[in-house]
């Protein structure tokens, strides 16, 4: 059976779902792997380390043959109906935002299955690909703030006098949260963190950070399926802004990173918290790019907010395709979920995929399968649009109708 990867077609995606390295390990499942002629190269790979490791290059990628589609970013619904019917996908595929495409791979009776979706167990943590690009996208919010702050991270003491270190606050303390202040604390910044977890606590103390303990105290639970946070109350959100906004304004770095999977990030900061930060200060927002933590963030824009006292201003940068900034490594990690994943669909290592629907993790993954949703939230959501389009069609046929009565009656 044949393993396709194709080149990225959404413009600044330069990592691939494929490395030589994981190229060797398909291979060794006894599959085949054609990939498209450049799909590396953004990630440092040419065609001929491809070749080396026993893939076929070549210039477009045929879609009806192949058996198994590996991608990073969500395909586009033209992919999906191309794809020959009882094709496998492996790959991100954001479906609370792509329903077009999860239609197309119903129509076309593709088994779709969405990395996102992997269950965060312990068997299942080589596969996890959300955690592995969440731990580049982590230490790319501090490369961002670092090279932004007019000051340094690290304590100096100097004949010339003592440079005191950089305070750096992180909201949200997942494996991007964890990751940024980690990375911080080897900067030598001073770190504090917050997340709604209590939990966390424990995680943020391992990394070297300060947990800020916020009285949130509700029956309402913070924490979710698979250990996410879950989104608080318009109440207790406002609570938790009014909490924090004394913190933000002692930081001279501010990184959010909090998401609930599948919905708007929720908002943590607002434009009057970050007015408060001290002029020069740097604001990075890891989730710009789903709606952003901070108010006024734009995904991949700097943007300038004037200091309360008008003397001065502080940036917030909306982070965008942080994981493809640093595709060389991003892609090796992922590749490597990609390959471990698919060799979990080859029971018997002879080349042929076969899907045990048993496995908590196959399972747990699967988007899509013969014409169905398997992923009940995906599932829901695609039945509304269904429902709403046909509505709107029966309401825009009604209208024609009436209009032609109308202009018949004139007559």
Do not use: W
Not at 181 to 186: L, V
Request: hydrophobic share 45%.
């Amino acid at each position: 059976m044949k393993v396709g990867v194709a080149r990225e077609r959404l413009v600044g995606e330069k990592r691939v779902a494929a490395t030589p390295e994981s190229v060797s390990q398909l291979v060794r499942l006894g599959l085949a792997v054609s990939i498209e002629s450049g799909a590396g190269a953004g990630a440092g790979h040419a065609d001929a380390h491809y070749a080396e490791a026993g893939a076929e290059v070549v210039e477009a990628l045929e879609l009806p043959s192949v058996d198994i589609l590996a991608h990073v970013r969500p395909i586009h619904p033209v992919t999906a109906a191309s794809l020959q019917a009882g094709a496998v996908t492996v790959g991100l595929a954001s479906p609370s935002t792509e329903l077009p495409t999860v239609r197309a791979l119903v129509d076309r009776r593709v088994t779709a299955f969405a990395l996102e979706l992997v269950p965060r167990i312990s068997r299942a943590q080589s596969m996890d690909a959300l955690t592995s690009q969440a731990l580049v996208t982590g230490y790319r919010c501090v490369l961002e703030a670092a090279i932004r702050l007019p000051r340094f991270f690290p304590l100096y003491m100097t004949a010339a006098g003592t440079v005191p270190p950089a305070k750096v606050l992180v909201l949200g303390a997942g494996v991007a949260g964890l990751q940024a202040i980690g990375t911080a604390k080897r900067l030598g910044a001073r770190v504090s963190a917050n997340d709604i977890r209590p939990a966390s606590a424990d995680e943020v103390a391992s990394m070297g950070g300060t947990f800020i303990h916020l009285d949130l105290a509700s029956a309402e639970s913070t924490a979710a399926a698979g250990g996410y946070a879950r989104e608080l109350s318009a109440d207790r959100g406002a609570l938790q802004r009014q909490l924090l906004a004394p913190h933000v304004a002692e930081s001279d770095v501010l990184i959010t990173t909090a998401a609930v999977p599948g919905r708007r990030a929720p908002l943590l900061v607002t434009r009057q918290m970050v007015a408060g930060m001290k002029p020069g200060s740097v604001v990075v927002d890891m989730a710009a790019e789903s709606g952003g933590n901070v108010e006024g963030s734009v995904a991949g824009e700097d943007v300038e907010v004037a200091t309360e006292d008008g003397m001065g201003h502080i940036i917030v940068v909306g982070l965008k395709d942080a994981a493809s900034a640093m595709a060389t490594d991003a892609s090796r990690l992922y590749a490597k979920n990609v390959a471990n994943f698919i060799e979990l669909l080859v029971p018997s290592k002879d080349g042929v995929v076969q899907p045990d629907f048993e496995d908590a993790v196959v399972a747990g993954a699967c988007l899509a399968h013969d014409g169905e949703v398997r992923h009940e939230p995906t599932a829901e959501a695609l039945a509304v649009l269904t429902s709403t389009a046909a509505q709107n069609e029966g309401g825009t046929a009604r209208g024609a109708s009436s209009a032609d009565e109308t202009e018949e009656g004139a007559g």
